[in-house]
């Protein structure tokens, strides 16, 4: 690891690219590309349409999502407890109020859970950003390669 001292925690965690496949299967999404971004604090999720409402006192959102760059035909609905609504900051500074859920993120043969915010990516070439808070402590990050975990093992939870 350049710069750093390799320790014996840095080989239990996934190895990152700059780029990885992820699954996020509570959600129904089976595979979405996502780009490790260590300069962002929270993951995201591309949204092109969102539904809060309340059951049973409860705060949920219906979301819909184009996991694919470029396509525009398929679509995953998903459902999700609403955890927080937080102001953040994109790359150009701008301040938007987003909702933020919890899921499992799948990187390899890795899971565990991420919090994420939901936003309108359409004009990003990646659907999801992986943000510094969810890979602390699980990965360690290689920004000169790319797909390293390889692709997500889905595991049937019985």
Not at 102 to 131: A, H, K, Y
Request: hydrophobic fraction near 35%.
């Amino acid at each position: 690891m350049a710069g750093g001292s390799t320790t014996a925690d840095d080989f239990s965690k996934v190895r990152l690219g700059w780029r990885e496949w992820v699954a996020l299967p509570e959600l129904g999404i089976g595979l979405i590309k996502a780009k490790v971004d260590t300069g962002a604090r929270t993951s995201c999720l591309h949204t092109f349409r969102t539904e809060p409402y309340t059951e049973n006192g409860e705060r949920r959102v219906k979301f819909w999502v184009h996991p694919t760059q470029n396509d525009l035909q398929e679509v995953i609905e998903c459902d999700a407890r609403v955890l927080d609504e937080r102001n953040v900051s994109d790359s150009g500074g701008h301040k938007e109020l987003r909702l933020v859920v919890e899921t499992n993120l799948v990187v390899g043969d890795q899971s565990w859970p991420i919090e994420m915010t939901l936003t309108n990516r359409d004009s990003m070439r990646f659907r999801m950003l992986i943000g510094r808070t969810a890979m602390a402590g699980w990965a360690t990050v290689f920004p000169e390669a790319s797909y390293l975990a390889g692709q997500p093992v889905l595991r049937n939870e019985s």
